[in-house]
């Protein structure tokens, strides 16, 4: 389990906290204890560690069963620097046990398979597919890692560079390095960041009201004293002010070039001999 979680304290049945009718259950129990950790001990993260990681990702759903996702495992010193510095200097890609590089990936099926019309690969549908596998896959390799001691966090920063990154692994067309997922043996665990009222992420049959900022206004407040007592007072920002730099900040409008560079989201439709053969 995840040290220094209040999950882990003796005595803290966390499922009870959440529904009393929720049997003890360590799975539930790691998932609502999760938080992004970025300080790892000088400690090496056995290859039977990683291995398994790597193997737990692999067992996640995936989409038609097309397994569109490959992860690059990031050893090489050099190559962990300049992912560092492609992140714009997030120090914990050098100093984790553990790197792997998370990719869409349509480049496989395009090699292996025997597709009539190819257009389909270029299409904003298997984007999505390849997308939602690698991102499943990620998250269970990340919860795989807690579950065996190790702490860890994503770095989308990385994309701040996606051209850099397909030279730097060699990366093929239909190939779309998403983020980085760093683990170790974490040196220290912050406390869990304050989620939005379960009303504003979810509803049922249709679409929650969302009628303005008030709405958020008891999460703002649990947000800034989240940040006010970890800051030791320095920073009581809110969620909607990090949530506006976060989103103006880092536009990366250089990833929507590099996806059409490589060939993602080209095609709107079928191959026109196709389209014409079937008139
Ligand atoms: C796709 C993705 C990319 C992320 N990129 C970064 C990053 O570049 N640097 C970082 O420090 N944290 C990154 N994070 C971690 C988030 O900041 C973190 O999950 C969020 O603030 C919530 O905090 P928690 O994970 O501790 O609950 C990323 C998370 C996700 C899911």
Known sequence: MYPGHPAREEGNNMTEKINGNIPDNKTIELLMAHSSCRKFLDRPVPDEVADTIIRCAQH???????????????????????LAEFAGGQEWVEKAGLVLLFCADLHRLDVMLNISDKNVLHNAELYTVAVTDAALASSRAL??????????VFVGGVRNETEKMAELFNLPELVFPMYAVCMGY??????????MDIDMISAEDSYPEITGREQLADYERKVSEYFLAITGGRSGR???ERAEHAISLKPRYSVGEFLSKA????????????KNKTR
């Open 186 to 195: 974490p040196e220290e665990v912050p406390p869990q960041k304050p989620r």
């Open 60 to 82: 996640a759903p995936t989409s038609s069963y097309l397994q569109a996702y490959t992860i690059i495992k990031v050893k090489d010193k050099e190559k962990r620097k300049a």
């Open 263 to 274: 060939g993602f989201m080209t095609a709107s439709g079928p191959m026109e001999e196709k």
């Open 238 to 240: 809110g969620w909607i």
């Open 143 to 152: 919860i795989a890692g807690q579950a065996m001691g190790l702490g860890g």
